[in-house]
C-alpha cells in the first residue's frame, strides 16, 4: 500500500511564493516519476511539472520559468517552488508518484489573491 501526502497549500498574494512538498511511502521503495498536477473550480486536472529519478525536469508553459519541481529520492519526496504567483494559478494540487501504476495524493489548496 502506498500512502501520498501533500503539503505546503495555503493563500497568498500576486506575486508571491509558496513551496509545495509531497511525500510517498508504503510499500514502493522507489518511483520512477513523480509530478504535480492541479484543478481550478470547474476545470479539469491540468499537468504541472514532473521530474524523473534521474533528475530530468518538464514544465507546462504556463508555468515555466515560475515554478521549480525538485525531489529527495531517498526520501521519495517531491517539491514544488512556486514564485511570482499569479490568480490563475489557484487550484488545489495534486501529486502524483508513478512507480508499476501511479499513485495520486489527497491535494492541498493554493490560493492566490489579486
Known amino acids: 500500500q502506498v500512502q501520498v501526502v501533500e503539503s505546503g497549500g495555503g493563500l497568498v498574494q500576486a506575486g508571491g511564493s509558496l513551496r509545495l512538498s509531497c511525500a510517498a511511502s508504503?510499500?514502493?521503495?522507489?518511483?520512477?516519476?513523480m509530478g504535480w498536477y492541479r484543478q481550478a473550480p470547474g476545470k479539469q486536472r491540468e499537468y504541472v511539472a514532473l521530474?524523473?529519478?534521474?533528475?530530468?525536469?518538464n514544465y507546462a508553459d504556463s508555468v515555466k520559468g515560475r515554478f521549480t519541481i525538485s525531489r529527495n529520492n531517498a526520501k521519495n519526496t517531491v517539491y514544488l517552488q512556486m514564485n511570482s504567483l499569479k490568480a490563475e494559478d489557484t487550484a488545489v494540487y495534486y501529486c502524483?508518484?508513478?512507480?508499476?501504476?501511479?499513485?495520486w495524493g489527497q491535494g492541498t489548496q493554493v490560493t492566490v489573491s489579486a
Open positions: 521530474i524523473t529519478r534521474g533528475g530530468i525536469t
Open positions: 502524483e508518484a508513478v512507480a508499476v501504476r501511479d499513485y
Open positions: 508504503g510499500s514502493i521503495v522507489s518511483f520512477s516519476v
